[in-house]
Structure formats: C-alpha cells, structure tokens
C-alpha cells in the first residue's frame, strides 16, 4: 500500500469559480510512481551531394505528465456498514475536469472549454497543465454492486513553461514549477502577499492569477497560485 503519511497530491481546478472547485481533490492515497516526457521538433533540410540532412529546430513540445491514482471508500467512508459510491465522493470530479465548462472560454474558438488544472504534490513541484486522457477501472465492489474502488491513469500535458522539474522524488525538494500556497485558518491575501513578495500591498497579483471573486474570506484547503512577482 502507498505510503500515505507524506503530503497528499492534489489536483485542482485552477479556473474554478466556486469554493469547492479551488479546494481541489485530495488523492487518498499518493501515487506510486509518475513519468514525466517532452519532445523537439527537428525539420530535415536535405542538400544534393550530401548523406545527412541539416536539422534546423522546429520548436518544443510541451512536457507531459502520466500517473496512477487510487481512490478508495471501501475502508475509510464507510456509513452505517455500506461504503460510499467511489465515483459520486472522489473520481466522478476528476471526470468533470475534463468536460467543457460553459463559462470559459477558449482563446480561439470563443467557446466553451475544459478548465486548466493545478497537479500539486506537497511543496516540492506542481504541474500547470489540461488533462488530455483519463482511463477508470474499477477493482473493488460492494455487495450491491457499488464501486468502492479506483484506479485512474491520467495524463496532463502542460499549458505553462515555468522551469525545469523538480527533482523526481516529490518529497525530496526541487525546483517548483508553479509557487503554491495552502490556506489555513486566519489566512488573508494581504498576508500571503507579504510572506511571498515582502509586500503585503500585492494581493492583488494572487487574487487576479486565481480569479477570486470573494478576497475578504478564504476558504482554508484552497490552494492558491502565486505568480511571480
């Protein structure tokens, strides 16, 4: 079994508009293991008289993110002796990251789109990226038939280039993609501000970059991006 005493992952949806959608959705347990993967493009320019073409670059591609979550009720939302439906309490919104949510729009087309997603494993990396494929299966039922347990494949594909990744192992410090922070208790905007840039005077930059509609009250769990300064 996963090693559930580290930091849990987190994906969250990063256009959300409600509470509930900047809180994300906690994995249960972390995975097991992810890859990361990128490619370049290169354009052979082939000359007469020659036996290898000239390769000139044709751009980059961006970085790719798969992984395995698993989600489990079974043990753990039990309520009366009968597990929770695995779908309805946990992968059911990770489904919903992937359909096209009305009140965004896409910078071409004018029309509706997925939301952008924040993958964020403790303090070490996150991943700013759009879920371009997601596999479920269930391994787990109850005696009714309810699914109880879920193993999602998921693969993000980056929409912003930060830096270069973290360090492979997320609990052993990195390079973080994308600051983050974790609200709790008594947090404002106005402190997260100072704590991050010196300048208490600089919410404004956490409350743009996250769309918060309601700056005087955060809801602790919602984890807020911080731009760069």
Not at 192 to 215: F, H, P
């Amino acid at each position: 079994m996963p090693d559930t005493s580290c930091s849990k992952a987190r994906i969250v949806n990063i256009d959300g508009q409600t509470d509930e959608e900047k809180q994300g959705i906690e994995c249960l347990f972390n995975p097991k293991e992810y890859a990361f993967s990128k490619s370049n493009t290169w354009q052979p320019d082939p000359k007469a008289g020659h036996d290898m073409p000239q390769l000139s670059f044709g751009g980059g591609q961006p970085s790719t993110l798969q992984m395995e979550l698993l989600f489990d009720t079974y043990a753990i939302d039990r309520n009366g002796g009968k597990a929770a439906d695995v779908r309805k309490v946990y992968t059911d919104k990770v489904w919903k990251l992937m359909l096209v949510d009305k009140r965004l729009k896409d910078s071409k087309s004018d029309k509706g789109r997925p939301p952008r997603v924040l993958f964020q494993w403790g303090t070490a990396w996150s991943f700013i990226a759009v879920i371009t494929s997601l596999q479920q299966k269930f391994t787990l039922f109850d005696v009714d038939g309810t699914p109880v347990r879920a193993t999602l494949t998921v693969g993000f594909q980056q929409v912003e280039d930060k830096a270069e990744l973290g360090a492979q192992n997320p609990t052993s410090g990195g390079i973080a993609l994308e600051r983050v922070w974790t609200v709790t208790d008594g947090d404002t905007l106005a402190w997260i501000a100072y704590k991050e840039y010196g300048d208490s005077t600089q919410w404004r930059l956490i409350a743009d970059a996250n769309r918060l509609t309601s700056v005087r009250h955060l809801v602790p769990g919602t984890v807020l991006a911080v731009p760069h300064g």
